[in-house]
């Protein structure tokens, strides 16, 4: 877990405070922060929901405002979109040095895992610079309290954090006695448009599947990776999820000759992962919801949590957003999930 460490005036508060971040290495910040950009996709929204504004997002990656155009979260927020975006080179990880100088940020939230030089960039060019490892559930925890800290709502994170771990328990009591031959074989997809990308062993998708009772069929292989059409009809998973990072919907996947051997297409088991205030498939501060809906399709008769009322109880915490039946269906691609098996729990009660 994240460390942190305040520095205090002898006559009151400090004007700063350190922050030990998820790389080991200690931050000065002034605290409050009030203006952070954030390279690292889902942190933005993560962000939006400790703060409860967008006021203090000086800028973030093209494809945190992609998603949050595609979701809700633009309706939530709608002053987002006035949130510089071009502070990367391209789509990826590597910064617009420049660009970001400009915006006088406190400080910038960069991965810490994807290769030293996007991040050392940062620091050579003098910016406060936190590293962010976000993806076993440790390190999203520390990642969310980090946030906190750095918006001066410590006791808001905290509150996240206990909430997800809540939703955790509560599943794991309800799929604790599960054999393995009850555990379907699930596989994400996160690319099946025009080639695919899985999700293996040491995945946060992995993990999400095993915590909603599942076995990830991929895990004979580690990390993600594209594999071959032959590989998947090997596999032979009884259960598909198709990530938010491609267009592939389940009716692609049904009508595609090559694929009507496989278990999850002849059973119309085929699931689009929702889109909310960030994509339910990477981590972030939703991913119990997430949790909830794939549990609830992998084992309805014992996860029989209402997942419309407890995505109302999310949104109200989270963003003070009272959601409506149409924005509920929009996230959990309603229309687009209808036709595959056992989705009709999900829908509005008529």
Not at 50 to 72: F, K, L, Y
Not at 221 to 239: A, C, F, K, Y
Not at 249 to 257: E, F, I, K, V
Not at 312 to 319: E, G, I, K, Q
């Amino acid at each position: 877990m994240t460390a942190f460490v305040v520095a205090c005036g002898i006559f009151g508060p400090a004007t700063a405070i350190e922050i030990v971040d998820q790389r080991g290495r200690v931050v000065d910040i002034p605290a409050p922060a009030r203006r952070v950009v954030f390279l690292p996709m889902p942190a933005p929204s993560t962000y939006m929901a400790i703060d409860r504004s967008t006021e203090h997002v000086a800028g973030m990656n093209p494809a945190s405002a992609t998603a949050m155009q595609s979701g809700i979260l633009g309706r939530i927020f709608p002053a987002f979109d006035r949130i510089p975006t071009n502070i990367t080179q391209g789509a990826g990880v590597m910064p617009n040095v420049e660009s970001i100088m400009a915006l006088h940020p406190d400080a910038v939230l960069q991965w810490a895992t994807s290769g030293d030089e996007p991040i050392a960039v940062l620091d050579r060019a003098g910016l406060s610079v936190l590293g962010l490892r976000y993806g076993a559930r440790d390190e999203v925890e520390g990642a969310i309290l980090m946030m906190g800290r750095l918006a001066g709502q410590e006791t808001r994170a905290a509150a996240i954090v206990a909430k997800q771990r809540q939703q955790r328990a509560a599943l794991a009591g309800a799929l604790a006695d599960l054999s393995d031959s009850e555990r379907p074989r699930v596989l994400h997809l996160s690319r099946a448009s025009e080639s695919f990308a899985v999700a293996g062993r040491d995945t946060y998708s992995d993990f999400v599947i095993r915590t909603a009772g599942g076995r990830n069929v991929a895990a004979e292989i580690g990390g993600s990776r594209t594999v071959t059409l032959e590989q998947m009809l090997v596999w032979n998973p009884d259960v598909i999820l198709l990530g938010n990072f491609d267009t592939a919907m389940p009716s692609d996947l049904y009508g595609d000759p090559r694929l009507q051997s496989i278990t999850a297409v002849r059973e119309r088991r085929i699931y689009r992962v929702p889109l909310g205030g960030y994509r339910w498939d990477p981590p972030s501060h939703e991913s119990a919801l997430t949790w909830t809906w794939l549990a609830g399709l992998l084992h309805p008769d014992r996860v029989t949590i209402d997942l419309r009322t407890e995505m109302r109880d999310w949104y109200t915490f989270l963003y003070d957003h009272s959601l409506i039946d149409s924005e509920i269906d929009a996230i959990l691609y309603a229309r687009q999930n209808g036709g595959s098996a056992g989705y009709a729990r999900y829908a509005a009660v008529p």
